[in-house]
């Protein structure tokens, strides 16, 4: 589906776009909001700052970056990963387009939906309406996570 058509159902109600300047639910569901949580062992303030950690090889430095949240978590962004297309978490290197990357990325949004109930309460709140993340990339070679993977992550987190 085109971004004009999404805008579309957007603006008619059927889709709701998640992205920052928005309120309750959807602003509950971007990356960069406050969501602490717990994950292998550390403490998460948001999604945001898990994705950022990932981009880095040192495990202190993904302990800080994953407690972090808001533009400070993504101003933790590098693009050292993009050149080799790899990712660590937990001293284990994932191919970010691999499928081990994809277990790895829906645990971590499972253990924030287990642990924050202000996240399970937005997510319910969005009914059976469709999720976008227009600002996202499509590219997965460009980004730690796409648009398509973060929404359907979120759709199948949903269903629970």
Known sequence: MTDF???????????????????????????????????????????????????????????????????????????????????????TTYGRQSPEFQQLLRRVYRACYDQNELFRSALAATRHKRLVHLVGKCDPRETILTRNEMCDILTELRSL
């Open 5 to 91: 058509l999404t805008k579309i159902l957007c603006r008619l109600g059927f889709a709701l776009d998640i992205r920052i300047g928005t309120e309750f639910p959807v602003i509950v569901l971007c990356n960069i909001y406050p969501k602490p949580f717990v994950f292998d062992g550390v403490q998460c303030g948001s999604i945001e700052g898990f994705l950022q950690a990932v981009k880095l090889a040192d495990y202190d430095q993904q302990v800080r970056v994953c407690s972090l949240s808001g533009l400070d978590a993504k101003n933790e962004s590098t693009s050292l990963w993009k050149k080799s297309q790899t990712v660590c978490w937990g001293g």
